[in-house]
């Protein structure tokens, strides 16, 4: 049964869902089309390779679902953030002119994108819900620049895989793979509901990714890394997130 206990398929569920065969054969093509999940290695690999393979077989090119004007919450909750350092505050007294996001690693032109240069570049708006894992959402209209905009401004290379986003607050960082990278719904986020992205909700820039849920969305963006293994970034499962029991890939 190519390494995967029965046990552990039980334990997920999935062997009863999918049936052992069928995970047996998802998991044998999902490692031939690089479908395997960083975090794929804990107690609920064969679960979330599966997660992950099926939504990339069947959703690759679908959109996050847009709402109407009519559907934006009046009073979006933001969830609550760690202290933000003295650093963080001396840009936000100086009206964040001087923030940067860098973009480095696998690309041909290595750069660092100024605020004002962000907000200058081709815009899209999207008014869609951002949904916490505890259970919370709101809809809001998210104003941005599509991460592959940026991502063909500094020509990734061919051999990309993941792009590896940081924040400000260094423990939040995570990374998506290049199908939702170059997604047009994936925003570097510089506005909400027509002003500027507040500080609560992860202004000046937060990196928005509407087909995953709330803590792939990381807020005070500093930097982008485009790589094609994940194994040299913190524990080498591709964000904090499956270190505290989250899944990498948190599609919905
Ligand atoms: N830098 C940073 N990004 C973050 C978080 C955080 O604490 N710090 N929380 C995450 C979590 S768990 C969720 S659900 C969303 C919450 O977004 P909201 O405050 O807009 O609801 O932001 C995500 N991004
Ligand atoms: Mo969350």
Aim: charged fraction near 20%; aromatic fraction near 10%.
């Amino acid at each position: 049964m190519t390494g995967i206990s029965r046990r552990k398929l039980i334990s997920t569920g999935v062997g009863a869902a999918a049936g052992v065969s069928g995970v047996a054969v998802a998991a044998r093509l999902a490692r031939r089309y690089g479908l395997i999940p960083p975090d794929s290695g804990g107690l609920y690999g064969p679960g979330e390779t599966l997660t992950y393979a099926a939504q990339r077989f069947l959703t690759r090119h679908s959109m996050a679902r847009e709402f109407a004007r009519s559907q934006i919450s009046k009073q979006p909750f933001p969830d609550e953030v760690g202290p933000l350092s003295e650093k963080f505050w001396r840009f936000e007294e100086r009206q964040f002119v001087d923030w940067r996001v860098t973009v480095d690693g696998l690309v041909a032109r290595p750069a660092s994108f100024s605020l004002s240069e962000l907000r200058s570049f081709p815009r899209r708006s999207q008014i869609t819900q951002l949904a916490c894992e505890e259970g919370w959402s709101y809809i809001a209209e998210w104003i941005g620049v599509p991460l592959s905009h940026i991502l063909n401004l500094v020509a990734t290379l061919p051999q990309a895989r993941y792009v590896v986003y940081r924040s400000i607050q260094p423990d939040w960082w995570d990374s998506i793979d290049m199908a939702d990278a170059l997604h047009p719904q994936t925003l570097v986020t510089h506005a909400m509901n027509g002003s500027d992205l507040p500080v609560a909700f992860g202004g000046p820039l937060r990196l928005r990714v509407p087909r995953q849920l709330g803590y792939k969305n990381i807020k005070y963006l500093t930097q982008l890394t485009v790589t094609d293994n994940l194994k040299q970034f913190g524990k080498g499962l591709g964000s904090a997130s499956p270190e505290g029991g989250y899944a990498w890939y948190a599609g919905i």
